[in-house]
């Protein structure tokens, strides 16, 4: 059969099991178990738990619970709650300073916590009714709350760029640093529009707070969000500074962020510390078996020699480079709408690389726009679940309205983009500088 006839069917077939609601580690095992069994019979079943469980042999794999149980401990401890408090406090006179507030503290929670769906939790359950009472619209108190979430899947240490990196054989280091600088620039630009949003209906004098807060209270809080920020900084700087493995790092920093959280949130208690572990290993499981399961995904589709005749007949189109980074855009974003970040990267990632490489683009640069898809896919529909999240904390707002005000996100996300292929080294020139060329 041609192999590209044969990468239709395996992608239909692909999108039906996922779309059945099977989980996606479970159907990419059936869908590779099922077409490597119809294609190349039973001789190659002795090798499918070998493909599988190497993909999960790597050192670098185990960064990943690591920084799952730092996400965990963050967001099951009043941390968010404080640091949204932090930002309150301080920004609380300026015109717009709540919106601010609440989108700092997404950024800086979600690279904390690494989870979208805990940070629209743990900021939403505070930021949301804080808006409200102050006379923002719905759909500005919603649509950030949800458009921020979605930044701790770019802003280091990310657990997609992690798996971007073991999926593709790229530096982990380097795509964390990649991530950084656009990171910022979504951050800015989902605070201008709020800023300007703000203005334009009108609700800038009632965003002001009525309470001045003293230079005591605004000092108080901050002994208790501190001692996260400072474990971050030096994780990242281990990390960057060639001190210490992604692995190293993130083992360290779990081990730290959970001393802090006992210490400072007093959480001694069993039944606090057995809810971290175990949503720990609920998510780490989940992670790691779609890596094995992708993992034994494209093994099929290397042995259909489907992988390779896609990546032929993509560089065989004579299109200019930038027409094909824009239908890869769109199949990306598409696949977003549907598909968790982490499915879409492992089943996309090692088919589109080389494709990219040979079409003159750089692999890191290219990471950071994936993500960005994968961003806009968390506040869009069907899968969307963001809007979810924020829904269950705020049932009394519609899923139409949290959809619209993450909408004029959506199009931030996409001038990003658009400013990354104009200026590519917003992305290439932090890790070329501290790391050097490669």
């Known amino acids: 059969m041609d192999p590209l006839l044969l990468a239709a069917i395996v992608g239909i077939a692909t999108t039906l099991v996922l ?10 095992l059936l869908v590779s178990v099922g077409f ?26 185990l960064a990943i619970p690591m920084f799952i149980l730092m996400g965990a401990v963050v967001a099951s401890s009043r941390a968010g709650g404080d640091l949204y408090s932090v930002l309150d406090r301080w920004l609380t006179r300026i015109p717009g300073g709540l919106v601010i507030s609440n989108l700092g503290a997404c950024a800086i929670f979600s690279a904390l916590s690494g989870s979208s769906p805990a940070t629209c939790a743990a900021i939403g359950k505070m930021g949301i009714p804080a808006m409200r009472e102050r006379g923002f619209p719905d759909t500005v ?15 280091p240490p990310s657990i997609t760029m992690i798996v971007y ?3 593709t054989e790229t530096s982990i280091g380097r795509l964390f640093l990649a991530g950084l600088l656009p990171g910022l620039m979504v951050t800015a630009l989902f605070m201008a529009w709020s800023l300007y949003s703000t203005w334009r209906q ?39 500074g060639g001190v210490a493995t992604p692995s190293e790092t993130a083992g360290v920093g779990a081990l730290f962020c959970l001393i802090t959280a006992m210490i400072v949130y007093r959480m001694w208690k069993p039944g606090q510390l057995w809810n ?16 094995g399961a992708a993992g034994l995904f494209s093994y099929m589709l290397s042995s259909l020699f489907i992988t390779q005749s896609i990546a032929q007949w993509i560089s065989a189109l004579e299109v200019n480079r930038w027409v094909l980074m824009g239908f890869i855009n769109v199949f990306l974003l598409i696949s977003g709408f549907f598909l968790p970040p982490v499915a879409v990267i492992l ?15 750089d692999p890191y640069w290219f990471a950071v726009i994936l993500t960005i898809n994968m961003e806009i896919g968390l506040i869009t529909p069907p899968v969307g679940l963001n809007l979810y999240v924020i829904n269950g904390i705020a049932p009394d707002i519609r899923l139409q309205t949290i959809l619209k005000g993450a909408m004029p996100y959506v199009l931030c996300m996409i001038v990003a983009i658009v400013i990354l292929c104009f200026i590519p080294q917003i992305a290439t020139w932090l890790p070329d500088a501290v790391i050097g060329g490669r």
């Open 19 to 28: 779309f059945s609601g099977i989980p996606v580690g479970i159907g990419l």
């Open 36 to 61: 490597i069994l119809i294609f190349d019979g039973t001789g190659s079943l002795p090798l499918l738990p070998e493909i599988l469980f190497g993909k999960l042999e790597s050192f670098e794999v």
């Open 141 to 155: 108190a919603a649509g950030s709350i949800a458009a921020g979430g979605t930044l701790g899947i770019l802003i």
């Open 165 to 167: 990196g073991i999926s």
């Open 202 to 240: 009108g609700h800038a004098s009632a965003a002001l707070s009525s309470v001045n807060y003293s230079w005591k209270e605004k000092f108080e809080i901050l002994p208790r969000v501190l001692p996260f920020l400072v474990i971050i900084a030096a994780v990242l700087f281990a990390l960057y």
């Open 276 to 291: 971290v572990f175990r949503d720990t290993t609920k998510e780490s499981v989940m992670i790691l078996l779609i890596i």
């Open 347 to 361: 089943m996309s990632a090692p088919i589109l690389l080389p494709v990219i490489i040979n079409a003159g683009f």
